[in-house]
């Protein structure tokens, strides 16, 4: 057993001041109005460690101006800094986004990789659990999961919205026979080694559907999945970037995936 995995009674402590070097990766467009207190959020985990990593596609509000400024506050000068901006010229998609945030956070040496939106809608406590169920379970990947026990959907989201989600999960789950109760969450921890093996720049998803996509992939390379429930809330600040667009490629991938798979 390596030493990092050996901790204490509960899973809850074991991620007290841990020194595991998470890297967060935010993608972010048009989110100036919830980036300050998200990185606020994010730095003050009990993780010291931890780095926080903006992907920002040239706002047009101004958000990536404002990470720069707020990692100028965040870092130290000669130490390993808290939070990175990656500046990306073209919004070309979220999966584009994140390859390029994941890809980086790798060649950084991160142990492991957070996906998290920067909306408020992921709880980011929750990052305590999810790397504690990581390390407990030897997970490759811990799921947020709204559709768990214990997990939850703001009761903001009207009754449509929440048939909609859970229509696009469990058509994607029948399609591609996977057993992830929330296969389309944006919420997810992966360990280093688990997306080093699933050769990030040859995905098809350029948006939304990459969340399906790299799950399903994981777990048919033999990585191990677990869910821990979270409550999503519903953004409070700014609009959704979800176009009809990125929906009609979320219903095309798993479809797409499966006929290439070996079924
Ligand atoms: N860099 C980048 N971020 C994006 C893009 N599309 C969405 N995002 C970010 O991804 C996260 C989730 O998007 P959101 O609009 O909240 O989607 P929803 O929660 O499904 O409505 C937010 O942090 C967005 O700012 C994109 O094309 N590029
Ligand atoms: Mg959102």
Do not use: C
Not at 56 to 82: I, V
Not at 154 to 183: C, K, P, T
Not at 224 to 246: D, N, Q
């Amino acid at each position: 057993m390596s030493q990092s995995s050996a901790g204490p009674e509960t899973p809850e402590n074991a991620a007290q001041g841990d020194a595991a070097r998470v890297t967060v990766v935010m993608p972010t467009y048009n989110e100036a109005a919830n980036l300050p207190r998200m990185a606020e959020a994010v730095l003050a985990l009990p993780l010291p460690a931890l780095q926080l990593k903006i992907v920002d596609d040239s706002s047009p509000d101004g958000t990536g101006e404002l990470a720069d400024e707020l990692a100028e506050k965040y870092n130290t000068a000669g130490e390993r800094p808290r939070m990175t901006v990656l500046h990306r010229t073209e919004k070309d998609g979220l999966g584009r986004a994140y390859v390029a945030g994941m890809s980086a956070a790798l060649e950084e040496d991160a142990e492991f990789v957070v996906q998290m939106d920067a909306d408020g809608s992921h709880p980011v406590e929750a990052v305590v659990r999810m790397l504690a169920a990581a390390r407990a379970e030897d997970a490759g990947l811990v799921v947020g999961s709204r559709y768990v026990e214990g997990g939850q959907l703001d009761e903001e989201w009207g009754r449509h919205r929440v048939l909609l989600s859970r229509f696009a999960n469990a058509y994607a789950r029948a399609v591609l026979g996977s057993d992830i109760r929330d296969i389309t969450a944006g919420y997810n921890l992966w360990s280093a080694a688990t997306l080093r093996d699933l050769d990030l720049a040859t995905l098809d998803s350029a948006g939304y559907s990459f969340q399906v996509e790299l799950k399903y992939k994981a777990t048919r390379a033999g990585h191990r999945a677990v869910e821990v429930p979270i409550r999503f809330e519903e953004r409070t600040e700014g609009a959704s970037k979800m176009t009809l667009r990125t929906q009609l490629e979320s219903a095309l991938v798993p479809l797409r995936l499966r006929m290439r798979g070996d079924h």
